[in-house]
T-cell receptor, first 113, second 116 residues
Framework: QKEVEQDPGPLSVPEGAIVSLNCTYS??????FMWYRQYSRKGPELLMY????GNKEDGRFTAQVDKSSKYISLFIRDSQPSDSATYLC?????????????FGQGTTLQVKP | SAVISQKPSRDICQRGTSLTIQCQVD?????MFWYRQQPGQSLTLIAT?????????ESGFVIDKFPISRPNLTFSTLTVSNMSPEDSSIYLC?????????????FGPGTRLLVL
């Protein structure tokens, strides 16, 4: 079983739609959760990170962690064509300062004008 | 944040040869990381490079295949040795500029390698 699982998609939505991207993880000890966005032919860029359970909002983006079900989500409101990218969820195995980033496979999102 | 550059951005190589990838950061950082991103696969950590010490390799990766140098706090190289088509991948370096928070790593643009 992979430590972090993510549906690779692709996911195609019309402009203005609400997008929901999801990951599941296997180890209840994971505490830190990140979402990265990767445009074509670019490196991943950190979008948001959260600690433990709950929600975190940043503009049109909301990250949500449900530790009871080992489920993490990224919601994008009023999606734009510029949001078209691959979104990777990640967590840290081990402590925050010595651990290892574990990534999901990435979900490819296309927002059509 | 940190600005990271990598050279080359892409290359096509023959099997059996070696390629050295360079990673340059615009600020001094303690730890640098090298990842591999194979088509349709997750980003996978190859090794962690600290200045002044041997790199620490993850399970499945060995120094003979992926030797790493870290001569100072802003630069690192990864060599992919004796390449085979299975080494075709994107190789990325990343840094942890705060030095204490893995959850805020920043990535370079990647080096796209195709081995024929």
């Amino acid at each position: 079983q992979k430590e972090v699982e993510q549906d690779p998609g692709p996911l195609s939505v019309p402009e203005g739609a609400i997008v929901s991207l999801n990951c599941t993880y296997s180890n209840s000890a994971f505490q830190y959760f990140m979402w990265y966005r990767q445009y074509s032919r670019k490196g991943p860029e950190l979008l948001m990170y959260t600690y433990s359970s709950g929600n975190k909002e940043d503009g049109r983006f909301t990250a949500q962690v449900d530790k009871s079900s080992k489920y993490i989500s990224l919601f994008i409101r009023d999606s734009q064509p510029s949001d078209s990218a691959t979104y990777l969820c990640a967590t840290v195995r081990g402590s925050s300062n010595t651990g290892k980033l574990i990534f999901g496979q990435g979900t490819t999102l296309q927002v059509k004008p | 944040s940190a600005v990271i550059s990598q050279k080359p951005s892409r290359d096509i190589c023959q099997r059996g040869t070696s390629l050295t990838i360079q990673c340059q950061v615009d600020s001094q950082v303690t730890m640098m990381f090298w990842y591999r991103q194979q088509p349709g696969q997750s980003l996978t950590l190859i090794a962690t490079a600290n200045q002044g010490s041997e790199a620490t390799y993850e399970s499945g990766f060995v120094i003979d295949k992926f030797p790493i140098s870290r001569p100072n706090l802003t630069f690192s190289t990864l060599t992919v040795s004796n390449m085979s088509p299975e080494d075709s991948s994107i190789y990325l370096c990343s840094v942890d500029p705060r030095g204490v928070l893995r959850e805020t790593q920043y990535f370079g643009p990647g080096t796209r390698l195709l081995v024929l």
